[in-house]
Each structure stands twice: as structure tokens, then as C-alpha cells.
């Protein structure tokens, strides 16, 4: 008897943990500012982190759901906004700039509390994949690791973004 209750106690404690991790998806809803980091900006010859992955110095992102929505703003593209579906199905975000219009198709995964947005671009007949990792360290921030390959030549950068 003794064992029966310590095996359904286990068991019980197993769904209990798969339940709350579940639902322990973080929301990334706000607005957000990129985080300065002076090494960075010295091992890069002074140029810094670039774009945090191609958003910006700040950015806004609301978050249901269904779907996790970004609105970022560079001088040279104006505003951008991507929406991304939560459940891992296709999202195509067109992007359009110098009367060109190139063809962004994303999937988004949950990797436990981290979401990764993998992003496949065709411009001018060149396949690019690109994948960000977002993730809330314990402080709150948002740690945002893009990996790109262009060319053949791999690029990775780590942006760290407060809300604001």
C-alpha cells in the first residue's frame, strides 16, 4: 500500500511539474531598448553589436496567445513589423525596400522557456536562414542571440534589451 502511494505521489508530482512548466512560456510584451555593451563596441572596432539581430535600438513587441507581433524602425528600411505564430506554423512578412520586395517566411519553437524564430529570406535568388533565441535572463532583460550565414560566412551576435 505504501508503495502504491509513493508511486502515484511521483506520478503526481511528474504532471504537476510538466503542468507549470508548460506554462512557463515568457511574455515578451513591451517595449524594449537595447542594452549598451562597451566590450562589444571595442572588439568590433568601435561599429558596437550592430542591429540586435535586425531590431534595432528599440522595439515593441506585443504578445497573445497566438502570436508574438514586432515593430522596429531603421533609418534606412522605415518601420518593419513581423508577426510570428506561437504554434509553429508558416508566418510570411514581406519586407520591401529600394522597390524591391523580399519574401521573409519564419517558424517559430519553443525550446522550454526560450523562443527561437528560425527565418528563411530570398533575395535575389540567395537563400539566407537566419535564427534568434529569446530568452528572459533572471533580471528581466531580454536576451535576444542571432546566428546568420550569408555568403558561406557565418555571423552571430548576443543583444541584451531592458524594458523601457
Known amino acids: 500500500m505504501n508503495r502504491l502511494l509513493s508511486a502515484m505521489a511521483v506520478v503526481t508530482l511528474v504532471f504537476a ?10 511574455n515578451f510584451a513591451g517595449k524594449w531598448t537595447l542594452v549598451p555593451d562597451p566590450n562589444a563596441a571595442q572588439a568590433a572596432g568601435g561599429r558596437g553589436r550592430g542591429m540586435g539581430g535586425g531590431l ?3 522595439f515593441a513587441a ?10 522596429s524602425s531603421n533609418p534606412q528600411m522605415g518601420d518593419m513589423k513581423s508577426v510570428y505564430n506561437l504554434d509553429g506554423t508558416e508566418t510570411k512578412n514581406p519586407l520591401t525596400f529600394g522597390g524591391q520586395t523580399v519574401e521573409r517566411v519564419s517558424k517559430v519553437k519553443w525550446d522550454g522557456a526560450k523562443l527561437v524564430i528560425t527565418t528563411t529570406i530570398n533575395f535575389n535568388g540567395n537563400g539566407i536562414e537566419t535564427t534568434q533565441s529569446w530568452m528572459l535572463d533572471p533580471s528581466g532583460a531580454l536576451v535576444i542571440e542571432s546566428a546568420s550565414n550569408f555568403n558561406g560566412t557565418p555571423t552571430t551576435t548576443k543583444s541584451t534589451y531592458k524594458k523601457s
Open 17 to 26: 511539474g510538466a503542468s507549470v512548466s508548460a506554462q512557463s512560456k515568457p
Open 56 to 58: 534595432g535600438q528599440e
Open 62 to 71: 506585443a504578445q497573445d496567445d497566438k502570436t508574438l507581433t514586432v515593430t
